[in-house]
Protein backbone atom coordinates (compact mmCIF):
# COMPACT_ATOMS: atom_id res chain seq x y z
CA UNK A 1 0.00 0.00 0.00
CA UNK A 2 1.69 3.57 -1.15
CA UNK A 3 1.55 6.08 1.21
CA UNK A 4 -0.75 8.54 1.20
CA UNK A 5 0.79 11.70 -0.77
CA UNK A 6 -0.46 15.15 0.93
CA UNK A 7 0.12 18.73 -1.97
CA UNK A 8 1.13 21.39 -0.74
CA UNK A 9 -0.79 24.44 -2.07
CA UNK A 10 1.71 25.33 -4.57
CA UNK A 11 1.17 22.12 -5.99
CA UNK A 12 -2.38 21.77 -5.87
CA UNK A 13 -2.35 25.49 -7.92
CA UNK A 14 0.38 24.18 -10.26
CA UNK A 15 -2.16 20.70 -11.15
CA UNK A 16 -5.27 23.15 -11.79
CA UNK A 17 -2.84 25.61 -13.76
CA UNK A 18 -1.37 22.67 -15.80
CA UNK A 19 -4.93 21.06 -16.57
CA UNK A 20 -6.40 24.37 -17.18
CA UNK A 21 -3.73 24.58 -19.96
CA UNK A 22 -4.10 21.33 -21.14
CA UNK A 23 -7.90 22.40 -21.53
CA UNK A 24 -6.95 25.77 -23.59
CA UNK A 25 -8.21 28.06 -21.11
CA UNK A 26 -5.39 29.92 -21.64
CA UNK A 27 -3.50 29.90 -25.87
CA UNK A 28 -0.72 31.87 -25.55
CA UNK A 29 0.41 32.65 -22.14
CA UNK A 30 -0.97 33.16 -18.65
CA UNK A 31 -1.84 35.88 -17.06
CA UNK A 32 0.36 37.38 -14.50
CA UNK A 33 0.53 36.35 -10.60
CA UNK A 34 -1.99 39.05 -9.05
CA UNK A 35 -4.15 38.31 -11.44
CA UNK A 36 -3.65 34.59 -10.43
CA UNK A 37 -3.91 34.83 -7.27
CA UNK A 38 -7.25 37.08 -6.94
CA UNK A 39 -8.94 34.15 -9.21
CA UNK A 40 -7.77 31.50 -7.33
CA UNK A 41 -7.85 33.26 -4.08
CA UNK A 42 -4.78 32.26 -2.61
CA UNK A 43 -1.46 34.11 -1.61
CA UNK A 44 1.25 35.50 -4.40
CA UNK A 45 3.79 33.35 -2.82
CA UNK A 46 1.70 29.93 -3.70
CA UNK A 47 0.89 31.12 -7.06
CA UNK A 48 5.12 31.68 -7.58
CA UNK A 49 5.80 28.82 -6.50
CA UNK A 50 3.48 26.46 -8.43
CA UNK A 51 4.29 29.18 -11.89
CA UNK A 52 8.22 27.72 -10.50
CA UNK A 53 7.37 24.08 -10.48
CA UNK A 54 5.79 24.69 -13.95
CA UNK A 55 8.47 25.85 -15.27
CA UNK A 56 11.13 23.48 -14.09
CA UNK A 57 8.54 20.34 -16.10
CA UNK A 58 8.69 22.82 -19.03
CA UNK A 59 4.82 23.15 -19.24
CA UNK A 60 5.90 27.43 -19.36
CA UNK A 61 8.85 29.34 -20.28
CA UNK A 62 9.66 32.99 -18.78
CA UNK A 63 10.19 35.81 -20.98
CA UNK A 64 11.80 37.91 -18.58
CA UNK A 65 11.02 40.92 -15.40
CA UNK A 66 7.39 41.74 -16.20
CA UNK A 67 6.82 39.87 -19.03
CA UNK A 68 4.15 37.27 -19.06
CA UNK A 69 5.02 33.46 -18.92
CA UNK A 70 4.72 31.59 -22.47
CA UNK A 71 2.92 28.22 -22.77
CA UNK A 72 4.56 25.38 -24.26
CA UNK A 73 2.69 23.15 -25.98
CA UNK A 74 3.22 18.85 -25.96
CA UNK A 75 4.37 18.72 -29.19
CA UNK A 76 6.92 21.15 -28.73
CA UNK A 77 5.61 24.22 -30.51
CA UNK A 78 4.98 27.07 -28.53
CA UNK A 79 2.59 29.48 -28.98
CA UNK A 80 3.79 33.59 -28.78
CA UNK A 81 1.70 36.53 -28.60
CA UNK A 82 1.78 38.57 -31.11
CA UNK A 83 0.58 42.23 -32.19
CA UNK A 84 -2.84 42.27 -33.77
CA UNK A 85 -3.79 45.59 -35.21
CA UNK A 86 -7.68 46.58 -35.99
CA UNK A 87 -8.71 48.22 -38.24
CA UNK A 88 -12.03 49.69 -38.25
CA UNK A 89 -14.67 50.72 -41.02
CA UNK A 90 -15.24 54.06 -38.51
CA UNK A 91 -13.16 54.48 -35.00
CA UNK A 92 -16.67 54.54 -33.66
CA UNK A 93 -17.38 50.25 -34.37
CA UNK A 94 -14.36 50.08 -31.68
CA UNK A 95 -16.64 50.94 -28.62
CA UNK A 96 -19.47 48.81 -30.02
CA UNK A 97 -19.80 46.22 -26.67
CA UNK A 98 -18.76 43.04 -28.97
CA UNK A 99 -15.79 44.54 -30.29
CA UNK A 100 -14.64 45.77 -26.46
CA UNK A 101 -15.46 42.09 -25.13
CA UNK A 102 -13.55 40.47 -28.80
CA UNK A 103 -10.41 43.20 -27.69
CA UNK A 104 -10.61 41.91 -23.86
CA UNK A 105 -10.69 38.11 -25.00
CA UNK A 106 -7.25 38.33 -27.07
CA UNK A 107 -5.83 40.48 -24.30
CA UNK A 108 -6.83 37.66 -21.88
CA UNK A 109 -5.13 34.96 -24.69
CA UNK A 110 -2.23 37.05 -23.82
CA UNK A 111 -1.77 38.92 -27.41
CA UNK A 112 -1.26 42.61 -27.76
CA UNK A 113 -4.25 44.39 -29.61
CA UNK A 114 -3.37 48.13 -30.96
CA UNK A 115 -5.81 50.09 -33.12
CA UNK A 116 -5.09 51.42 -36.29
CA UNK A 117 -4.73 55.39 -36.33
CA UNK A 118 -6.84 55.80 -39.31
CA UNK A 119 -10.00 54.01 -40.11
CA UNK A 120 -10.95 52.29 -43.59
CA UNK A 121 -13.51 55.31 -44.13
CA UNK A 122 -10.57 57.63 -43.72
CA UNK A 123 -8.50 55.48 -46.39
CA UNK A 124 -11.55 55.66 -48.45
CA UNK A 125 -10.97 52.24 -48.51
CA UNK A 126 -7.88 52.86 -50.98
CA UNK A 127 -5.27 49.74 -50.98
CA UNK A 128 -2.74 51.84 -51.96
CA UNK A 129 -3.64 53.93 -48.97
CA UNK A 130 -3.50 50.82 -46.87
CA UNK A 131 -0.62 49.82 -47.78
CA UNK A 132 1.30 52.86 -46.47
CA UNK A 133 -0.71 52.24 -43.43
CA UNK A 134 0.07 48.57 -42.48
CA UNK A 135 3.80 49.60 -43.65
CA UNK A 136 3.80 51.83 -41.27
CA UNK A 137 1.95 49.83 -38.21
CA UNK A 138 4.14 47.25 -36.28
CA UNK A 139 1.94 44.36 -35.99
CA UNK A 140 2.09 40.50 -36.81
CA UNK A 141 -1.92 40.18 -38.09
CA UNK A 142 -4.88 42.49 -39.04
CA UNK A 143 -8.15 42.51 -38.47
CA UNK A 144 -10.27 43.97 -41.26
CA UNK A 145 -13.87 45.37 -40.31
CA UNK A 146 -16.05 45.64 -43.10
CA UNK A 147 -13.79 45.33 -45.76
CA UNK A 148 -15.07 46.16 -49.58
CA UNK A 149 -13.84 43.37 -51.56
CA UNK A 150 -11.20 45.53 -53.26
CA UNK A 151 -9.62 45.64 -49.60
CA UNK A 152 -9.76 42.13 -48.46
CA UNK A 153 -8.35 40.99 -51.91
CA UNK A 154 -5.28 43.18 -51.01
CA UNK A 155 -5.11 41.53 -47.60
CA UNK A 156 -5.76 38.38 -49.00
CA UNK A 157 -2.29 38.54 -51.33
CA UNK A 158 -0.06 39.99 -48.23
CA UNK A 159 1.94 37.52 -46.66
CA UNK A 160 0.80 39.08 -42.80
CA UNK A 161 -2.26 37.07 -42.02
CA UNK A 162 -5.55 39.19 -42.15
CA UNK A 163 -9.11 38.34 -40.60
CA UNK A 164 -12.40 39.87 -42.08
CA UNK A 165 -14.70 40.42 -39.65
CA UNK A 166 -17.97 41.34 -41.71
CA UNK A 167 -17.21 42.68 -45.30
CA UNK A 168 -17.53 41.43 -48.40
CA UNK A 169 -15.60 38.13 -47.87
CA UNK A 170 -17.12 35.44 -49.59
CA UNK A 171 -14.96 33.93 -51.95
CA UNK A 172 -11.80 35.73 -51.15
CA UNK A 173 -8.87 33.23 -49.46
CA UNK A 174 -9.10 34.87 -46.24
CA UNK A 175 -10.46 33.76 -42.30
CA UNK A 176 -13.65 35.74 -41.87
CA UNK A 177 -17.06 35.59 -39.81
CA UNK A 178 -20.15 37.38 -39.15
CA UNK A 179 -24.08 37.32 -39.19
CA UNK A 180 -26.06 35.17 -42.28
CA UNK A 181 -28.52 38.11 -42.72
CA UNK A 182 -29.58 37.05 -46.10
CA UNK A 183 -32.39 33.93 -44.68
CA UNK A 184 -33.65 36.47 -41.99
CA UNK A 185 -34.02 39.41 -44.44
CA UNK A 186 -36.06 37.49 -46.46
CA UNK A 187 -38.46 36.55 -43.36
CA UNK A 188 -38.40 40.34 -43.10
CA UNK A 189 -39.41 41.02 -46.57
CA UNK A 190 -41.99 38.75 -46.87
CA UNK A 191 -43.85 39.65 -43.90
CA UNK A 192 -43.46 42.95 -44.99
CA UNK A 193 -44.99 41.76 -48.29
CA UNK A 194 -47.76 40.17 -46.52
CA UNK A 195 -48.89 43.43 -44.88
CA UNK A 196 -49.13 44.80 -48.23
CA UNK A 197 -45.73 46.71 -48.28
CA UNK A 198 -44.62 47.08 -51.91
CA UNK A 199 -42.42 49.81 -52.29
CA UNK A 200 -39.88 48.77 -49.81
CA UNK A 201 -36.12 50.63 -49.84
CA UNK A 202 -32.64 49.51 -48.38
CA UNK A 203 -30.57 51.75 -47.43
CA UNK A 204 -27.19 50.51 -47.19
CA UNK A 205 -23.58 51.10 -47.12
CA UNK A 206 -21.54 51.37 -50.54
CA UNK A 207 -19.61 47.88 -50.07
CA UNK A 208 -22.63 46.35 -49.88
CA UNK A 209 -24.20 48.15 -53.00
CA UNK A 210 -20.95 48.01 -55.67
CA UNK A 211 -20.11 46.29 -58.09
CA UNK A 212 -23.03 44.10 -57.23
CA UNK A 213 -25.44 43.85 -54.38
CA UNK A 214 -24.44 41.58 -51.52
CA UNK A 215 -25.60 37.71 -49.99
CA UNK A 216 -27.58 39.69 -47.74
CA UNK A 217 -29.03 42.53 -50.12
CA UNK A 218 -29.69 40.48 -53.10
CA UNK A 219 -31.39 38.06 -50.60
CA UNK A 220 -34.20 41.13 -49.82
CA UNK A 221 -34.37 41.72 -53.95
CA UNK A 222 -34.63 38.23 -54.64
CA UNK A 223 -37.64 37.65 -51.90
CA UNK A 224 -39.11 40.83 -53.66
CA UNK A 225 -39.01 39.23 -57.31
CA UNK A 226 -40.38 35.65 -56.09
CA UNK A 227 -43.76 37.97 -55.26
CA UNK A 228 -43.97 39.42 -58.01
CA UNK A 229 -42.74 43.12 -57.37
CA UNK A 230 -40.10 44.33 -60.05
CA UNK A 231 -36.88 45.97 -58.67
CA UNK A 232 -35.06 48.56 -59.23
CA UNK A 233 -32.41 51.28 -57.84
CA UNK A 234 -35.56 52.58 -56.36
CA UNK A 235 -34.62 49.45 -53.57
CA UNK A 236 -31.41 50.01 -53.57
CA UNK A 237 -30.36 53.47 -53.64
CA UNK A 238 -26.96 54.70 -54.26
CA UNK A 239 -26.11 58.03 -52.46
CA UNK A 240 -23.20 60.05 -50.96
CA UNK A 241 -21.87 58.63 -47.70
CA UNK A 242 -22.26 62.06 -46.04
CA UNK A 243 -24.68 63.28 -43.17
CA UNK A 244 -25.64 65.57 -46.08
CA UNK A 245 -26.27 62.87 -48.38
CA UNK A 246 -27.76 60.45 -46.59
CA UNK A 247 -30.55 63.83 -45.38
CA UNK A 248 -30.72 64.54 -49.60
CA UNK A 249 -31.35 60.91 -50.18
CA UNK A 250 -34.53 60.39 -47.82
CA UNK A 251 -35.86 63.43 -49.32
CA UNK A 252 -35.48 62.23 -52.87
CA UNK A 253 -37.08 58.82 -51.81
CA UNK A 254 -40.18 60.59 -49.95
CA UNK A 255 -40.24 63.52 -52.80
CA UNK A 256 -42.43 61.70 -55.73
CA UNK A 257 -42.85 57.83 -54.79
CA UNK A 258 -42.46 57.78 -50.90
CA UNK A 259 -41.26 53.95 -49.68
CA UNK A 260 -43.96 52.19 -46.97
CA UNK A 261 -40.92 50.16 -45.57
CA UNK A 262 -37.79 51.08 -44.82
CA UNK A 263 -35.03 48.85 -44.30
CA UNK A 264 -31.84 49.73 -42.09
CA UNK A 265 -28.56 48.41 -43.39
CA UNK A 266 -26.51 49.50 -40.36
CA UNK A 267 -28.00 50.38 -37.12
CA UNK A 268 -25.75 54.00 -37.19
CA UNK A 269 -28.82 54.85 -39.54
CA UNK A 270 -31.81 53.83 -37.61
CA UNK A 271 -31.90 57.37 -35.45
CA UNK A 272 -31.33 59.79 -38.21
CA UNK A 273 -34.15 58.38 -40.20
CA UNK A 274 -36.18 58.30 -37.03
CA UNK A 275 -35.46 62.06 -37.24
CA UNK A 276 -36.26 62.74 -40.15
CA UNK A 277 -39.23 61.01 -40.37
CA UNK A 278 -40.18 63.08 -37.45
CA UNK A 279 -39.39 66.76 -38.85
CA UNK A 280 -41.80 65.49 -42.10
CA UNK A 281 -45.01 64.49 -39.80
CA UNK A 282 -44.76 60.91 -40.23
CA UNK A 283 -45.25 58.19 -37.97
CA UNK A 284 -43.75 55.05 -37.31
CA UNK A 285 -45.35 52.00 -38.17
CA UNK A 286 -48.47 53.98 -39.26
CA UNK A 287 -47.64 55.48 -42.18
CA UNK A 288 -43.73 54.15 -42.71
CA UNK A 289 -42.64 50.64 -41.35
CA UNK A 290 -38.71 50.00 -40.07
CA UNK A 291 -36.41 47.20 -39.56
CA UNK A 292 -33.10 47.35 -38.79
CA UNK A 293 -30.65 44.60 -39.73
CA UNK A 294 -28.66 44.98 -37.04
CA UNK A 295 -29.36 44.54 -33.43
CA UNK A 296 -28.74 47.49 -30.54
CA UNK A 297 -29.75 47.24 -26.58
CA UNK A 298 -31.01 50.74 -27.05
CA UNK A 299 -34.06 49.30 -29.33
CA UNK A 300 -35.25 47.26 -26.02
CA UNK A 301 -36.35 50.83 -24.60
CA UNK A 302 -38.00 51.85 -27.92
CA UNK A 303 -42.05 52.38 -28.13
CA UNK A 304 -42.79 50.68 -30.46
CA UNK A 305 -40.42 47.49 -30.11
CA UNK A 306 -38.07 47.88 -33.35
CA UNK A 307 -37.64 45.18 -36.09
CA UNK A 308 -34.80 44.00 -36.15
CA UNK A 309 -32.35 41.24 -37.34
CA UNK A 310 -30.54 39.62 -34.19
CA UNK A 311 -27.17 37.68 -34.05
CA UNK A 312 -25.26 36.25 -31.51
CA UNK A 313 -21.71 38.10 -31.03
CA UNK A 314 -20.06 35.48 -28.93
CA UNK A 315 -19.53 32.92 -31.63
CA UNK A 316 -17.57 35.75 -33.80
CA UNK A 317 -15.72 36.71 -30.61
CA UNK A 318 -14.16 32.58 -30.26
CA UNK A 319 -13.56 32.47 -33.92
CA UNK A 320 -11.34 35.18 -33.32
CA UNK A 321 -9.74 34.18 -30.71
CA UNK A 322 -9.06 31.00 -32.82
CA UNK A 323 -7.44 32.28 -35.55
CA UNK A 324 -5.48 34.22 -33.08
CA UNK A 325 -4.13 31.32 -31.77
CA UNK A 326 -3.57 29.38 -34.95
CA UNK A 327 -1.78 32.31 -36.53
CA UNK A 328 0.34 32.37 -33.14
CA UNK A 329 1.15 28.65 -33.94
CA UNK A 330 2.24 29.56 -37.75
CA UNK A 331 -0.80 27.54 -38.77
CA UNK A 332 -2.26 28.67 -42.11
CA UNK A 333 -6.26 29.86 -41.30
CA UNK A 334 -8.62 30.90 -44.17
CA UNK A 335 -11.55 29.20 -42.68
CA UNK A 336 -14.84 31.42 -43.00
CA UNK A 337 -17.52 30.98 -40.56
CA UNK A 338 -21.40 32.12 -40.49
CA UNK A 339 -23.11 32.66 -37.23
CA UNK A 340 -27.09 32.17 -37.63
CA UNK A 341 -29.50 34.99 -37.64
CA UNK A 342 -33.03 35.86 -36.91
CA UNK A 343 -35.86 38.21 -38.06
CA UNK A 344 -37.42 39.52 -34.64
CA UNK A 345 -40.41 41.27 -35.41
CA UNK A 346 -41.73 44.46 -33.51
CA UNK A 347 -43.97 47.41 -33.18
CA UNK A 348 -42.21 49.32 -35.77
CA UNK A 349 -43.65 47.51 -39.05
CA UNK A 350 -47.64 47.73 -39.83
CA UNK A 351 -50.11 47.47 -42.75
CA UNK A 352 -49.05 49.38 -45.30
CA UNK A 353 -50.33 52.70 -46.15
CA UNK A 354 -50.71 53.44 -50.28
CA UNK A 355 -51.25 57.49 -50.80
Known amino acids: MHPLRILSA ?12 AAGRWAETLPGIEFLAAQLEVNRKTVDAALKQLERDGVIVGQG ?5 RIVRANGHSTRPIRIAMLPYEHEDLFLSYIVDLQHSLAEAGHTVITAKKSLVDLEMDPKRIQRLVEQTPADAWIVMAGSSEVLEWFARQPIPAFALFGRRVGIPIAGTGPEKGTALAVATRSLVELGHRRIVLLCRSERRKPSPGITESAMLAELAAHGIPTSDYNLPDWEETREGFCELLSSLFRVTPPTALVIGIGTFYAPTLQFLATRGLRVPEQVSLVCTDPDPGFAWCTPTVAHIRWEAEPIVRRIVQWAKNVSLRRKDVKQTFTPAEFIPGGSIGPAVHG
Open 10 to 21: ASQVAAYLRSAI
Open 65 to 69: RGRAR
